[in-house]
């Protein structure tokens, strides 16, 4: 049962922008955090921004200042912005929501997520930037 579902994604020259998407079940978006993932090929997955349910937000240092998580409860949907982007930002990006306020000690503390505080992900959105 897919339950979070991503989309946006595709492939973009260095120094433009994109726009991922993500939408789902109901419950998942009322809980305590939502998050976006990246994977690139031959490297951990890494948290690159995650949202609580008082709009904390998370960033990964290397994307901070280009990139923006926003979160449309009446959508059931949450949304990464990414801009200046750089060949490095290339890879299959994953929504995630958290079921266990865990997850608030990254958005509280204005960090980044880890991916062990969250238990439902997508099927992932694949961004290539290429230089």
């Known amino acids: 049962q897919v339950q979070l579902v991503e989309s946006g994604g595709g492939s973009v020259q260095a120094g433009g922008s994109v726009r991922l998407s993500c939408s789902g079940s109901e419950n998942l978006f009322n809980g305590p955090c939502m998050a976006w993932f990246r994977q690139a090929p031959g490297k951990e997955r890494e948290g690159v921004a995650g949202?609580?349910?008082?709009?904390?937000?998370g960033y990964l240092a290397s994307v901070k200042g280009r990139v923006t998580i926003s979160r449309d409860n009446a959508k059931n949907s949450i949304y990464l912005y990414m801009n200046s982007l750089k060949p490095e930002d290339s890879g299959m990006y994953y929504c995630a929501a958290s079921s266990n306020r865990r997850c608030w000690m990254a958005t509280r503390m204005h960090e980044p997520p880890r991916s062990s505080n969250y238990d439902s992900w997508g099927q992932g959105t694949q961004v290539d930037v290429s230089s």
């Open positions: 949202i609580d349910d008082t709009d904390n937000t």
